[in-house]
């Protein structure tokens, strides 16, 4: 199946068949979640026991439920069902896999087993061209999504610290949080709908046991994690699954592989830039995507990969069909090493030049090895790498530009405008930069519609 064809969702035409996609797996999250309770012993005689009350303990849906407790397997597959979890009812029950396949399809499970030992199903009178229901224009509607603009930041730990414990006003701490007041002024204007974060987890949603390279929250909500100190006194953030499903299926498409996390604790990397942008509040006043990038383990992502990626997830953003203003942020860095002889090691020089760089040549900078990153930046200076990928969202690089079919350069939207940009030394351990970028209406309007091509 081509990638286009991936894209507008066609294999919904294929009759009797339903891809487990992002969407559906947004949709059957809970259902699919108590089936997989159903791998504990205990569960599965507490589910046998009173079959109504042990669902009652899930947020399914009562559709759902009622799915469940008729043991309908299309009807479940239809509210978002999984069949390798939905099996885990039938094991509870001691029904066969054949029993479970002969009920989708209307025949006992000795029919369904004869069907099996005589050649099993032909796919004659099963394609799209025998499906009645098929669709055949399903071209989706023009984006109406724009991401407006980008925004950088460290997200040093101490400076989320400094906000929770009242010492901004500190002499240590005042020219830190002043550097950040343009920004908070300007987005008491410029409040987007959603922001697309790019961060690290430092070693507290993700353990040894799995580390994804790339990882976006594709659920409801993410709690405030608790780094040793006890959670920060900050609101846990909403996500907006809809669109995070939306870039997922877009993205992959593109040849991204990411890792979809539905549950997983939020550190100082994410809750720090929204509070240094936002300050203290009782609500984020938008819904957040988390989007996790591996710096911590080597091999970590080049500066080329996380701008190609960035301009992946510019593309899907443009693509959704709803009107949503986006900003992605990229957060992390600057120079700054917490290990070894060299802990302590800062290069405003350095810096400043990655600043002008990432603003005005961003493919040249994502030319940069690793090693000057750690060389010039130190160790921890890699987390720099995350601030491409929110450039490369940015409408001036929606199209890859090493690909010959994309606009000439004269072609190309102008670079998007600084609004603020501010560099200090230092915060705790690290120097601290921010940078924030708008596109014009122009710039915005140039991507979506090579978004659309």
Request: glycine letters at 8%; one cysteine or more; hydrophobic letters at 40%.
């Amino acid at each position: 199946m081509s990638s286009s064809m991936m894209r507008d969702k066609r294999y919904r035409d294929v009759p009797g068949t339903t891809l487990f996609d992002a969407e559906q797996s947004r949709r059957g999250y809970h259902l699919n979640q108590f089936c997989m309770s159903l791998m504990r012993p205990e569960n599965r005689e507490r589910f046998v026991a009173d079959q109504r009350a042990y669902l009652d303990e899930w947020p399914m849906t009562e559709e759902q439920k009622q799915a469940v407790l008729d043991f309908d397997l299309n009807r479940c597959i239809a509210l978002g069902g999984n069949i390798y979890f939905l099996s885990k009812i039938g094991a509870t029950f001691g029904k066969s896999f054949q029993f479970m396949a002969g009920s989708m399809t209307g025949l006992s499970e000795a029919a369904y087993r004869d069907m099996m030992v005589a050649g099993g199903r032909s796919p004659d009178g099963n394609r799209i061209a025998d499906n009645p229901d098929r669709v055949d224009d399903r071209s989706a509607p023009p984006g109406r999504a724009s991401v407006t603009a980008s925004i950088y930041s460290s997200h040093v730990p101490a400076m989320g610290a400094a906000m929770d414990h009242g010492k901004t006003d500190e002499p240590y701490w005042r020219p830190v949080f002043a550097g950040y007041e343009p920004t908070r002024s300007w987005l008491r204007d410029n409040t987007p709908d959603v922001i697309l974060l790019v961060y690290n987890d430092h070693a507290t949603a993700f353990d040894l046991s799995l580390i994804p390279t790339f990882a976006i929250g594709t659920g409801a909500h993410y709690p405030v994690a608790d780094e040793g100190y006890g959670p920060r006194p900050v609101p846990g953030i909403d996500g907006h699954p809809a669109l995070a499903a939306h870039i997922v299926q877009e993205v992959v498409q593109d040849d991204f592989d990411l890792t979809l996390v539905n549950e997983m604790p939020v550190d100082h990397g994410l809750t720090v830039p929204l509070s240094m942008m936002f300050g203290d509040v009782a609500q984020w006043p938008c819904a957040v995507i988390p989007f996790a990038v591996n710096v911590v383990q080597y091999p970590v992502p080049s500066g080329r990969r996380c701008l190609e990626l960035g301009r992946a997830i510019g593309r899907a953003i443009r693509s959704y069909p709803e009107d949503l203003r986006v900003q992605v942020w990229g957060t992390g860095g600057m120079s700054h090493q917490l290990q070894g002889r060299r802990a302590g090691l800062i290069n405003p020089e350095w810096d400043n030049a990655f600043l002008d760089r990432l603003i005005a040549d961003p493919a040249r900078l994502a030319e940069s090895d690793h090693l000057e990153y750690i060389e010039e930046a130190g160790s921890e200076g890699i987390e720099l790498v995350m601030w491409l990928i929110a450039r490369g969202a940015m409408a001036d690089q929606a199209s890859d530009q090493s690909d010959a079919a994309s606009p000439a350069p004269a072609q190309m939207p102008a670079p998007p405008r600084v609004i603020h940009r501010f560099y200090h030394v230092p915060a705790s351990n690290t120097a601290v930069g921010h940078l924030v970028l708008q596109d014009t209406p122009t710039n915005a309007e140039t991507a979506s519609n090579g978004a659309d091509q």
